[in-house]
T-cell receptor, first 116, second 112 residues
Framework: DTGVSQDPRHKITKRGQNVTFRCDPISEHNRLYWYRQTLGQGPEFLTYFQNEAQLEKSRLLSDRFSAERPKGSFSTLEIQRTEQGDSAMYLC??????????????FGSGTRLTVV | QKEVEQDPGPLSVPEGAIVSLNCTYSNSAFQYFMWYRQYSRKGPELLMYTYSSGNKEDGRFTAQVDKSSKYISLFIRDSQPSDSATYLCAMSASSGGSRLTFGEGTQLTVNP
């Protein structure tokens, strides 16, 4: 297992289109997180899963955003009716439960979304 | 007001210099403090972790937390060109793996 994998690395879409990103966490990690990072800013929390259960959602996650982790393994993040303000890097991270201090998160390299 | 404030820089230093990076925060519930390093077009990677107040040293890196002042620092000794990256502070109220709150990052360049 080589770490957290995100696909695609880059996505350019027209305003109003729907996009879906995939994240494959480290296999033994049962927690999975999505963050959004805009240029010159730190990552902002969007949502997190423990196994297949979505346990917390940020107010940043508008109705146009939905995340799933159907079998407690990979996760998808969908953005419907994209807007130019959705242009950002979408980062996925995973961790074993209860290990924030010892291991922190392992982040993927992100999916860079550009809405034109 | 943001919960975590970090001087965005950019910061440029000569090789071998001591670098000091700092964050302040307003949420007194934060107990877990981390520093992440992010290279261009990569995700952040964990550098240092500290629980509550105190110091922690790992090689050339030292993390300090002063909860009474709501202030954390990362020191890099004998800085190297390979240390050139964006450094992000991050904090959490829980060890149970919920959300991290990040600073905006400080861009560091170490010149050979």
């Amino acid at each position: 297992d080589t770490g957290v994998s995100q696909d695609p690395r880059h996505k350019i879409t027209k305003r109003g289109q729907n996009v879906t990103f995939r994240c494959d966490p480290i296999s033994e990690h049962n927690r999975l997180y999505w963050y959004r990072q805009t240029l010159g800013q730190g990552p902002e929390f969007l949502t997190y899963f423990q196994n297949e259960a979505q346990l917390e959602k940020s107010r940043l996650l508008s109705d146009r955003f939905s995340a799933e982790r159907p079998k407690g393994s990979f996760s998808t993040l969908e953005i419907q009716r994209t807007e130019q303000g959705d242009s950002a890097m979408y980062l996925c991270a995973s961790s074993p439960a209860g290990s924030l201090g010892r291991y922190g998160y392992t982040f993927g390299s992100g999916t860079r979304l550009t809405v034109v | 007001q943001k919960e975590v404030e970090q001087d965005p820089g950019p910061l440029s230093v000569p090789e071998g210099a001591i670098v000091s990076l700092n964050c302040t925060y307003s949420n007194s519930a934060f107990q877990y403090f981390m520093w992440y390093r992010q290279y261009s077009r990569k995700g952040p990677e964990l550098l240092m972790y500290t629980y509550s107040s105190g110091n922690k040293e790992d090689g050339r890196f030292t993390a300090q937390v002063d909860k009474s002042s709501k202030y954390i620092s990362l020191f890099i000794r004998d800085s190297q060109p390979s240390d050139s990256a964006t450094y992000l502070c991050a904090m959490s109220a829980s060890s149970g793996g919920s959300r991290l709150t990040f600073g905006e990052g400080t861009q560091l360049t170490v010149n050979p």
